[in-house]
C-alpha cells in the first residue's frame, strides 16, 4: 500500500527534515507514527499526499511512485487518501453538512450523491444532530469527528491523521481512537501522527517511532524504552 | 454538466455575499468606467454620424426675421442667388421644421410656441466663398441676427475637432478608468483570495482541482463585471434619451443617433464581464501558481 525506499526531504537551507526513511504499510493496517515536535511525522505524512516532493528516494503508494505523478493528477491522487489535518481545516463559512458536501462536489459528486451519502456519515459519526451548525459552534472533539467525516466522505483507500488528539480531553482523545479503529476495522489503512504516548498506549498497534528525521524504531504497540 | 455548473456557480454567489462592501464597490467602479466608456463611445458614433449626414457639401442656414411675409422671404431668396458661388437656394418654411419635430417628440411641442424662425438654406460651391456669402446675407434687412447663421462647415469643423477631443482625452479616460475597475475587481478576488488561503489550502488537501478553485473566482469577478455593465448600460440609456429630448427641445440639432437601447446594456454587461473575468483571473493564477 505505502512504501518509502530511501526517502529523505531538505527543506532550503540545508535543513534535514528526513533522512533515509525506509518503511513498509500494508493494506489494512493501522500505524502510529509517534515523535515529538519536528521528528518529520507531518512531513511524512505531506509527502503521501504530494504537497512535498522527497529530495531522493522513492515514495510509492499503491505501486505508483508520487514524484511521477503529474501536478495535475495530483487532486486525483488526494481523492484516493483522507486526509485529518493538524489544525483540523474545516470550511468556517460551510456548515457541517457543507463541509462534507464540498469535500464530495471536489471530487466530482453529483449532487444526489451527496444527498444520499453526507447523512449517512454524519449519522455514523454521531454528527446528524449537529449538520446545520458551523465549525465554531461545536466542541474540539465534534471539529475532530467532522475533520474525520470529510476524510472518509470519498471512501479513500488510506487516511491520515495528523495528531488527531492533539488539542483534546483523554476521553474525547479516546472516543476519536475508537472511530479510527472501527474505519480501520472496515479495511481503510490509518496512519496516525502522533506525538502522544498515552494515546498510543489505548491501542496496541503498530508504532513507528521518528527522531530528528529518522526512524529509531518500529514495532506492535510501545517498545520498552519508550516509557519516558 | 449542469450540475456542476450550479455548483460552481453556487460558490461564486457565495463568495460575492461574503465579500460584501467590497464587491459594491467594485460593481460601482466597473459601472462608471463602462459608463463613460459607453458614454464616449456614444458620442464619437454620433459625431461620426453627423459629420456623414453633413456629407461634403458648403451650406449655410440662414434664419429671417420673424414677421416676414412671403414677398420678403422671395426677395431675400432671390438676393442670395445673385451672389458669388451659391448655387442653390431653398426656403425652409418655420410651419414644416416646427411639423417635423413634433411628429418625433410630441411631448416637447405640447401647448408650446413654435421656436423656429423661416429659413433660407444656401448651397455654395466653394468653401473660400462662404465668408463672402455669409457676410452678405448678415447684411440684408430681413435677416434675423438673434437666430443667426448655420454654417455646415464650421459645424464640421467643430465637429472634427470634437472627434479628435473625444479620440485622445476619451482614450485616455477609459483607460484610467478601466485600470481603476480592474484594479478593484483585481483587489476584490485577491483579498478574497488570501482571506480564504486556509480554505483554500483545505480544498485542495480534499482533492479540488485548480478548475474547481479557480472558476468560482472567476465568476465572481464576472459577476461584478457584469453587473456593473448593466448598471452602466441602463444608466447610458436614461441619460442619452434625456440628453437627446433636452438638447432637440432647445438647440434643435440632434447630437448623438439613437439611444443605445438594449443592444448597448448587452454589450456593456458583456464587456464588464469579460473585464471582470481577466481581473480576476490574474488575480488567482498569481496564487494558485505559487501553491502546491
Known amino acids: 500500500m505505502v512504501e518509502f525506499q530511501g526517502v529523505s526531504l531538505e527543506y532550503p537551507g540545508n535543513v534535514v527534515a528526513l533522512h533515509e526513511i525506509n518503511l513498509t504499510i500494508r493494506q489494512g493496517e493501522f500505524v ?24 531522493s528516494g522513492r515514495v510509492m503508494v499503491q505501486g505508483r511512485d508520487l514524484s511521477m505523478v503529474p501536478e495535475k493528477s495530483v487532486p486525483f491522487l488526494r481523492r484516493q487518501i483522507g486526509f485529518v489535518p493538524q489544525d483540523i481545516g474545516l470550511l468556517p463559512n460551510k456548515k457541517v453538512w457543507e463541509n462534507l458536501a464540498y469535500a464530495m462536489r471536489a471530487a466530482g459528486h453529483t449532487k444526489y450523491e451527496v444527498r444520499k451519502r453526507v447523512p449517512e456519515f454524519l449519522e455514523r459519526l454521531n454528527l446528524l444532530h449537529r449538520a446545520g451548525a458551523f ?62 504516548m498515552p494515546v498510543v498506549r489505548l491501542l496496541p498497534r503498530r508504532v513507528i517511532r521518528l527522531e530528528r528525521g529518522e526512524v529509531v524504531s518500529d514495532s506492535v504497540g510501545l517498545p520498552e524504552d519508550a516509557n519516558a | 454538466m449542469l ?57 449655410l442656414i440662414v434664419s429671417i426675421r420673424d414677421g416676414t411675409n412671403m414677398n420678403g422671404i422671395h426677395e431675400m431668396a432671390e ?29 416637447i411641442g405640447r401647448g408650446a410656441k413654435n421656436p423656429f424662425p423661416e429659413q433660407l438654406l444656401i448651397e455654395i460651391t466653394s468653401a473660400d466663398l462662404v465668408d463672402g456669402v455669409r457676410a452678405e446675407m448678415e447684411k440684408h434687412p430681413l435677416y434675423w441676427p438673434e437666430k443667426g447663421i448655420q454654417d455646415a462647415n464650421r459645424e464640421r469643423f467643430l465637429l472634427r475637432r470634437l472627434t479628435s477631443f473625444v479620440h485622445y482625452v476619451g482614450t485616455l479616460l477609459i483607460l484610467v478608468t478601466f485600470m ?17 488561503r486556509q480554505e483554500i489550502h483545505t480544498m485542495r488537501l480534499v482533492g479540488a482541482s485548480h478548475g474547481t478553485i479557480r472558476w468560482p473566482f472567476l465568476l465572481e469577478g464576472g459577476i461584478e463585471g457584469m453587473l456593473g455593465g448593466l448598471l452602466a448600460g441602463f444608466a447610458l440609456w436614461g441619460l442619452t434619451a434625456w440628453l437627446s429630448r433636452l438638447v ?21 454587461a458583456a464587456l464588464g464581464a469579460a473585464l471582470g473575468m481577466l481581473c480576476a483571473g490574474l488575480s488567482v493564477r498569481k496564487y494558485l501558481g505559487a501553491i502546491k
Not at chain 1, 492533539?166 to 496516525?192: A, F, K
Not at chain 2, 445673385?82 to 417628440?105: A, F, I
Not at chain 2, 481603476?180 to 480564504?196: C, F, K, P
Open chain 1, 135 to 196: 465549525p465554531r459552534a461545536l466542541s474540539g472533539g465534534e471539529q475532530q469527528r467532522v475533520a474525520i467525516a470529510r476524510a472518509l466522505i470519498n471512501n479513500p483507500v488510506l487516511l491520515l491523521a495528523d495528531e488527531p488528539t492533539g488539542h483534546l480531553d483523554p476521553e474525547t482523545s479516546r472516543e476519536i481512537l475508537q472511530i479510527l479503529d472501527d474505519i480501520n476495522t472496515r479495511g481503510t489503512t490509518v496512519v496516525m501522527a502522533t506525538h502522544d
Open chain 2, 3 to 59: 450540475d456542476r455548473l450550479e455548483f460552481v456557480l453556487s460558490e461564486a454567489i457565495e463568495a460575492i455575499r461574503r465579500n460584501g462592501l467590497m464587491a459594491v464597490a467594485a460593481v460601482n467602479t466597473t459601472a462608471i468606467a463602462l459608463l463613460v466608456f459607453g458614454g464616449l463611445g456614444y458620442a464619437y458614433l454620433g459625431i461620426q454620424n453627423r459629420l456623414a449626414d453633413l456629407g461634403t457639401q458648403f451650406t
Open chain 1, 32 to 55: 502510529f507514527l509517534l515523535g515529538p515536535t519536528g521528528s518529520g511525522k507531518s512531513t511524512l505524512l505531506k509527502l503521501l499526499l504530494r504537497e512535498l516532493k522527497a529530495t
Open chain 2, 248 to 268: 432637440t427641445a432647445y438647440s434643435l440639432i440632434k447630437v448623438g443617433g439613437e439611444t443605445p437601447g438594449w443592444t448597448g446594456v448587452v454589450l456593456l
Open chain 2, 180 to 196: 481603476t475597475a480592474g484594479t478593484l475587481i483585481y483587489n476584490t478576488v485577491h483579498l478574497a483570495v488570501m482571506s480564504r
Open chain 2, 79 to 107: 438676393h442670395a442667388r445673385t451672389l458669388e458661388g451659391v448655387k442653390r437656394v431653398v426656403h425652409l418654411p418655420k410651419e414644416e421644421h416646427w411639423r417635423k419635430v413634433l411628429e418625433k417628440y410630441p411631448d
